[in-house]
């Protein structure tokens, strides 16, 4: 099983990063599909959440309207588009699957800094 995140960096406060998860050995279909970020210092943070069936998804409050979830079932990816991205968005990101198992990705380092 492998989970592999890609697409952080350093981006100035204002703008936009698309990060992909690329998903292998499991039933990608079947899973839902997560991204968490953790900060220094800080607890690990459930960010966006996308289900299996119907793809309906949820966000916590402080990215609302700025980032969006979405995967492709046929690429076994998961994306998490962040725009109008902001200081206290700088954080490792993680991808996670969740079923009957719990898969961590390793992470990507995001950067939001003038």
């Known amino acids: 099983v492998q989970l592999v995140e890609s697409g952080g960096g350093l981006v100035q406060p204002g703008g936009s990063l698309r990060l992909s998860c690329a998903a292998s050995g499991f039933t990608f279909s079947s899973y839902v599909m997560n991204w968490y970020r953790q900060a220094p210092g800080k607890e690990r943070e459930l960010v966006a959440s996308i289900f299996s069936a119907g793809g309906s998804t949820t966000y916590v409050d402080s990215v609302k309207g700025r980032f969006t979830i979405s995967r492709d079932n046929r690429k076994n990816t998961v994306y998490l588009q962040m725009n109008s991205l902001r200081p206290e968005d700088t954080a490792i990101y993680y991808c996670?699957?969740?079923?009957?198992?719990?898969?961590w990705g390793q992470g990507t380092q995001v950067t939001v800094s003038s």
């Open positions: 996670n699957a969740r079923f009957k198992y719990n898969y």
